[in-house]
Each structure stands twice: as structure tokens, then as C-alpha cells.
T-cell receptor
């Protein structure tokens, strides 16, 4: 089954404690990206990757890091989480054509206290 | 820069009535336009897209959308709403000339009343 898998689904952590949210896709997609969803703001792009070792900032990259060492994986790293990073996070992947739709993971609900 | 506006945070409609969820966009070039639906505690699911060709696009679950270039709109429609259509709907745009991923609207909560 074609899918994007995120882990964990739920995470509560404390301010400053480094964490990683994993994302993996099994569709051999070139494009992967991370979004955060906040009420009234829709989805805002954090980082995106056009292929292995090619990443770029989205609209809200501050406080986040990513890496793309393998085509299937695109982890999101919060090196020093803060309460304003409490949000619902989605990973997405798509093939390289600009007209292709994105496939989304189930989401990770992160709470930073 | 590309942007999307969904002017209604909430749309209520009676079951069996037609529904419309509005979306307008702004891009520097020609757009690729998408609609996604999000059910509670789920990720986003693709509904339909406009790439080129016919302005009326048909998608999943009986939904359709009409592309209007002069009004820069891409409204989502369904002739007869179901209670199960109640969900959060997102419009998204990508500029054909852009390497970036999708830009999303703020979302519209659709509630279909029995």
C-alpha cells in the first residue's frame, strides 16, 4: 500500500529537549516536505526537499532542521523545542511533476511544555 | 509569491442541498490547483486538481470544482451534500514555474446538518 508514515503520532516533551519526528514514504517520490497546521492558519510549509541531499526553507523554518540522506526518509529535527512549536505536523511526498498531488502522513501532534 | 484565500471559516448546509466551498488564488504564472479534505485525527486526502483543459474538474466522492481564470477562483462544489461530507477542506496552489511545494489556504470547516 502506498503511504507516508510518520512517527510518533503523539508526543509531549519539555522545552529544550531535542526531538526527531520521522517520515518515510514507499512511493519512490522525489519531493518531500514538512508542514505545520495551526488553527486559522491552515498548513504552512516548514522545509521541503526536491531530492536526496537537496533541501530548502519553506515559510516557517525557524527552529527546525531537516535532512534527506535517503530518498524515502525525511526526518524533522527540533534541536531545542519551545512552546510556540506546539502544533500538528504533517509530512508529505509527491513525484517530481508540478501537477502531481501530494500524499500526506497521518500527522504528529506535538506538545512542548 | 503564491497565495490562497478561503474566505469562509465555516460553511453549514442541510443534507441533500448543494454545497460550495470558496477558494481564490494568486500566482505570478499559471496555476496548478488542488482540493484536499481532512477528517478528524486524519491526514489530508486528495480530492481533485486542475492542471489544464476543462474548467470543470470532477473528483472523488462526487465533488467537482470550477476553475475561473478571470476571477482567479477554484470553488469546490457538490450537487447534494451528505452528513459524511462534514470535514475540514483545504484549497492549495502551486505556480507552474515554481519548484516549491503547495501553498495552502486557511481551511473551511464544512458541516452538513441532517
Amino acid at each position: 500500500e502506498a503511504q507516508v508514515t510518520q512517527n510518533p503520532r503523539y508526543l509531549i516533551t519539555v522545552t529544550g529537549k531535542k526531538l526527531t519526528v520521522t517520515c518515510s514514504q514507499n512511493m519512490n517520490h522525489e519531493y518531500m516536505s514538512w508542514y505545520r497546521q495551526d488553527p486559522g492558519l491552515g498548513l504552512r510549509q516548514i522545509y521541503y526537499s526536491m531530492n536526496v541531499e537537496v533541501t530548502d526553507k519553506g515559510d516557517v523554518p525557524e527552529g527546525y532542521k531537516v535532512s534527506r540522506k535517503e530518498k524515502r526518509n525525511f526526518p524533522l529535527i527540533l534541536e531545542s523545542p519551545s512552546p510556540n512549536q506546539t502544533s500538528l505536523y504533517f509530512c508529505a511526498s509527491s513525484s517530481s511533476g508540478a501537477g502531481t498531488e501530494a500524499f500526506f502522513g497521518q500527522g504528529t501532534r506535538l506538545t512542548v511544555v | 509569491a503564491q497565495s490562497v484565500a478561503q474566505p469562509e471559516d465555516q460553511v453549514n448546509v442541510a443534507e441533500g442541498n448543494p454545497l460550495t466551498v470558496k477558494c481564490t488564488y494568486s500566482v505570478s504564472g499559471n496555476p496548478y490547483l488542488f482540493w484536499y479534505v481532512q477528517y478528524p485525527n486524519r491526514g489530508l486526502q486528495f480530492l481533485l486538481k486542475y492542471i489544464t483543459g476543462d474548467n470543470l474538474v470532477k473528483g472523488s466522492y462526487g465533488f467537482e470544482a470550477e476553475f475561473n481564470k478571470s476571477q482567479t477562483s477554484f470553488h469546490l462544489k457538490k450537487p447534494s451534500a451528505l452528513v459524511s461530507d462534514s470535514a475540514l477542506y483545504f484549497c492549495a496552489v502551486r505556480d507552474i514555474g515554481s519548484a516549491r511545494q503547495l501553498t495552502f489556504g486557511s481551511g473551511t470547516q464544512l458541516t452538513v446538518l441532517p
